[in-house]
């Protein structure tokens, strides 16, 4: 059962315009969301998080926006440049006893475009 | 420099073989993580570690088994290697409240 969901495997997008990549979630008791960026052949890092008692988080070209109804994330990147070129990972995270879960979506592959 | 460092980036192995994949951290990190990425698969977790000494299993642990002898070393052991291990296999890091989650460089492993 996939607790977060990044339905779109891949995204094209051309240089300078919006990139918007979805991830929806099923457990309610993710308290934290994190974007994760990776390069291939290298691992993956940190980009932008946001809490779950909060709608926006803003980073500069990166936004992360939260619908906890619609248990709904996305993330604009704006403008798009070729070296956002990667695959994105969306993660909830939520306690687990004395530490953390993070459950991983699968990740969306994104090719911005000159 | 907060770093997660993994030792081999690339790595062939024969099957049956046994095979050390070794992860330091110098961030005083109690917790730590052995993933292995694959095209359209995500990032499957392996085995984990809240302390030293101590391990977890994570989704899919058949055919790895890990040492947690130090705080800062965590080690996947692949006991006899098979050709379905072919993978990017990544460590990370945490504090136990989940925050600095920070990942190695990965390990491109081909067992042939």
């Known amino acids: 059962d996939q607790q977060v969901k990044q339905n779109s495997p891949s995204l094209s997008v051309q240089e300078g315009r919006i990139s918007i990549l979805n991830c929806d979630y099923t457990n309610s008791m993710f308290d934290y969301f994190l974007w994760y960026k990776k390069y291939p052949a290298e691992g993956p890092t940190f980009l932008i998080s946001?809490?779950?008692i909060k709608d926006k988080n803003e980073d500069g070209r990166f936004t992360v926006f939260l619908n906890k109804s619609a248990k709904h994330l996305s993330l604009h990147i704006v403008p798009s440049q070729p070296g956002d070129s990667a695959v994105y990972f969306c993660a909830g995270t939520m306690h687990a006893g004395n530490n953390r879960k993070l459950i991983w979506g699968l990740g969306t592959s994104l090719a911005v475009n000159p | 420099d907060v770093k997660v460092t993994q030792s081999s980036r690339y790595l062939v192995k024969r099957t049956g073989e046994k095979v050390f994949l070794e992860c330091v951290q110098d961030?005083?990190?109690?917790?730590m993580f052995w993933y292995r990425q694959d095209p359209g698969l995500g990032l499957r977790l392996i085995y984990f570690?809240?302390?030293?000494?101590?391990?977890e299993k994570g989704d899919i642990p058949e055919g790895y088994s890990v040492s947690r002898e130090k705080k800062e070393r965590f080690s996947l052991i692949l006991e006899s290697a098979s050709t379905n291990q072919t993978s990017m296999y990544l460590c990370?890091?945490?504090?136990?409240?989940?925050?600095?989650?920070?990942f190695g460089s990965g390990t491109r492993l081909t067992v042939v």
């Open positions: 961030m005083d990190h109690e917790n």
């Open positions: 946001i809490s779950s």
């Open positions: 570690s809240y302390d030293v000494k101590m391990k």
């Open positions: 990370a890091s945490s504090l136990p409240d989940g925050k600095g989650y920070t």
